[in-house]
Structure formats: C-alpha cells, structure tokens
C-alpha cells in the first residue's frame, strides 16, 4: 500500500490525462455551416502535457525506489 500511495501523483496526472483524451473523442468535432472545423482542441494538448507529466514523474519516483533499495 505505501507503494501506491508513492505512485498517487504519477497515476493521478496519467488518469487526468487520459479523461481530457477520452472527453475529446466523447465531444467530438464537427463543420459548421460556414466550413470551420468546431473540436475542443484544447483538450489535445492538456492531455499530452498531463500525460507527459505522469510519465515522467512515475520514472523518477521508480528511480528513487529503486535507489532506496540500495
């Protein structure tokens, strides 16, 4: 359990990730009378971002649990 809790920040910017993926393919995107595309593209980058974010903290935190160990 008290590696899980280690993992809390890393899970919760990868869930928040993927959420901000699935609401933009749950939205979806559509062409308006006029021929402009209407998607709530700021999503994309959000979710990326917080992926990223995710990733790259779960690396360090795994890095320093295995260092502990030594």
Known sequence: MNKL???R???LFFSL???CQFTFYLIGSRVDENGFLIEPF???P???M???L???LLIIRLVKL???RS
Request: hydrophobic share 60%.
């Open 46 to 48: 959000i979710s990326w």
């Open 66 to 68: 295995r260092r502990s």
């Open 17 to 19: 990730g993927l959420v």
């Open 42 to 44: 700021g999503l994309l």
């Open 5 to 7: 809790i280690r993992l």
């Open 54 to 56: 995710g990733l790259v």
């Open 9 to 11: 920040w890393p899970l």
């Open 50 to 52: 917080f992926i990223s």
